[in-house]
């Protein structure tokens, strides 16, 4: 993979997503960083989010019927997506490791890793009136 020339904006993303434990969109990315860089396009916050992506940098967690969520720890962990409020949460528990030798078990291709997003409601919205 090339290396890319170092950019100030790329690196203000990547402050942002680690300080973040809100699992933003590229649109509130955008917002943050248009602060500190008011003549940055969402086009440029869109193309480093997947040039970060694609450098194994960032997660990004992809929910049906919602925006792309962008994430800074990269080690294996899952996700839950709230259906009402649409809120992004980390969930505390272990890696499901094995789960790649259980699915390759029964599948001649390789399995090179898994993806796994738990939905429902979030504590907030369920006690909600």
């Known amino acids: 993979m090339a290396a890319h020339k170092y950019s100030r904006q790329r690196e203000s993303i990547i402050k942002y997503l ?3 434990k809100e699992h933003p969109t590229a649109d509130m990315v955008y917002d ?4 500190e860089y008011p003549n940055i396009s ?3 916050v869109y ?5 970060l992506h694609e450098e194994g940098r960032i997660l990004k967690i992809e929910a049906p019927g919602q925006p792309d969520r962008f ?3 990269v080690d294996p962990h899952y ?3 709230c ?3 649409g809120r992004v949460i980390d969930l505390p ?3 499901l490791g094995n789960i790649d030798e259980i699915a390759g078990a029964r599948f001649d291709g390789e399995i090179q890793g898994h993806y796994c997003l738990f939905y429902g409601l979030c504590p907030d919205c369920m006690y909600r009136s």
């Open 79 to 81: 996700h839950f997506v």
């Open 83 to 85: 259906r009402k409020c």
């Open 32 to 35: 943050s960083i248009r602060e």
């Open 18 to 20: 680690s300080a973040s």
């Open 42 to 44: 969402l086009g440029t």
């Open 47 to 51: 193309r480093n989010l997947a040039l």
């Open 93 to 95: 528990i272990d890696s």
């Open 71 to 73: 994430d800074y720890n």
